[in-house]
């Protein structure tokens, strides 16, 4: 049995000092090569924390030590969980022989995902080393777009004829302990299509002679093998379920997604949201390239420079006013990046909320006005504390209403700007994350610097 770096929860700090003690212990008995006690440590670390530990070892041991796991089955769940960089060492320094006989231990799903990563040479090489049903199931994953539940499911699940008794299922669950099941049992009917679901704990409180078509849950929720795995996530979450079937367009059972590959599949939708948002893609992670990472920002900031430089040329437009009253070139930046604030916050909760099925674009008024209540608050309250600021420091109710104003409009605009825009890219089918870049930064700015000396101008008669 394996455990864990910390058996109980911790703090932080705790743990890090635990997993750092396991890092200097599991190097040093290295060092004596002490093999076989480092073997029988190695073989008690859950494999989740094993990953941990080989990020922090020396380079040029990782390799080594992760050949010491003498369990192939840990061996491969560790490789699943390493960092690309390290995963990409022990690719490229371990003979294929080897990762073949530790990689056909992985769920078909994740042994699928594992495949793709590999240079095309040492794939065709893997592969050929594989067993003839690893190999069936890789290519039969592989017809699958790669973000779809076809891509994401394992073809490694358990179902049952629906005209079995209760004892019958349960003397078929024992005989396949391998398999993965978490607490469902899909029943299907003589051509294999899907037709009712029981949970285990229906099957163990029912009388052993009773069929299970008569106890099923006929209401099976499923997706297809074309559905979107962002669509899988939310029905998954939605309904909080542990495993969901896939099926295909003539209703056979063909796979099930299980909790933890939702959780991937959140994970990565999430980081993905996030880089876009602010300009980048996955592809930077995995590069120590400054030339390839420099070239992956600079579409995003060069409609970022465009945009300032479109402000640029309202302020230029603007320039009498600013030579009559100088002092308003001083508020410029708390103007401009209070509104900016306000447009990420509120295209964050917009982008976020599409992506989780928690905002949909028939609730667009209903958002807006919202959003609109909450641009006016923040924007009155911050409306409030500048324009008296301005006028205390400066002695000038004029400088005081035009900041005041200002802000107020500034944040309520870009409140607004922030939600549309999103709700906007999701009705024209492109992916709202994308509103939460350059596009809403760089609008606010140029709405904002325009509503600036609008006001100031009607302000001051100029």
Do not use: C
Request: hydrophobic residues 45%; proline residues 4%.
């Amino acid at each position: 049995m394996q455990i864990s770096v910390e058996a109980k929860p911790a703090a932080p700090a705790a743990y890090d000092a635990r997993k750092k003690r396991l890092v200097q212990t599991i190097d040093r008995l290295y060092h004596r090569d002490a093999r076989a006690p480092l073997q029988k440590m190695l073989a008690r670390v859950h494999p989740a924390d094993m990953a941990a530990i080989l990020d922090d070892l020396p380079p040029e041991h990782v390799v080594d030590v992760f050949h010491l796991i003498s369990d192939t089955a840990q061996a491969a769940e560790v490789f699943s969980q390493l960092s690309p960089d390290i995963r990409s060492r022990v690719t490229r320094e371990s003979p294929v022989e080897k990762l073949a006989s530790i990689l056909q231990h992985l769920a078909p799903d994740d042994l699928t995902d594992l495949i793709g990563e590999f240079p095309e040479e040492q794939r065709e090489q893997l592969m050929a080393l594989l067993d003839r049903d690893s190999k069936d199931e890789i290519e039969s994953l592989l017809q699958y777009a790669p973000d779809s539940a076809g891509g994401i499911m394992t073809t490694d699940f358990f179902s049952l004829p629906h005209r079995l008794t209760v004892e019958q299922a349960i003397e078929s669950i024992r005989s396949r302990e391998d398999v993965e099941m978490v607490f469902y049992l899909y029943l299907t009917d003589e051509d294999g299509r899907l037709v009712g679901v029981i949970s285990l704990r229906q099957l163990l409180l029912n009388r052993p002679q009773t069929t299970l078509h008569s106890i099923m849950n006929r209401r099976v929720l499923k997706v297809t093998t074309d559905a979107d795995q962002t669509t899988v996530a939310t029905l998954v979450d939605k309904y909080r379920l542990l495993a969901i079937p896939v099926v295909d367009e003539e209703n056979v059972l063909v796979g099930m997604i299980t909790v933890d590959d939702v959780i991937d599949v959140i994970e990565e939708e999430t980081t993905r949201d996030m880089l876009k948002m602010a300009g980048t893609n996955e592809s930077e992670t995995l590069t120590h390239s400054a030339f390839k990472i420099a070239t992956i920002r600079l579409p995003w900031l060069l409609a970022a420079f465009i945009g300032g430089l479109a402000a640029t040329g309202v302020i230029g437009q603007y320039e009498a006013i600013l030579g009559e009253v100088l002092v308003l070139s001083a508020f410029l930046p708390v103007i401009m990046g209070m509104a900016g604030n306000v447009g990420v916050q509120s295209a964050t909760v917009a982008v976020r909320g599409l992506a989780t099925g928690a905002i949909d674009t028939r609730h667009t008024l209903p958002l807006v006005l919202k959003e609109l209540r909450v641009g006016l608050l923040l924007g009155g309250f911050y409306g409030v504390i500048l324009g008296t600021y301005g006028y205390l420091m400066h002695s000038s109710m004029s400088l005081g209403k035009v900041v005041g104003l200002t802000i107020l409009g500034n944040m309520t605009g870009a409140a607004l700007l922030a939600v549309l825009l999103p709700m906007i890219f999701q009705r024209l089918k492109v992916d709202p994350a994308v509103a939460t870049g350059p596009f809403v930064t760089t609008a606010i700015d140029i709405l904002g610097v325009l509503n600036y000396f609008v006001i100031a101008s009607w302000i001051y008669n100029l």
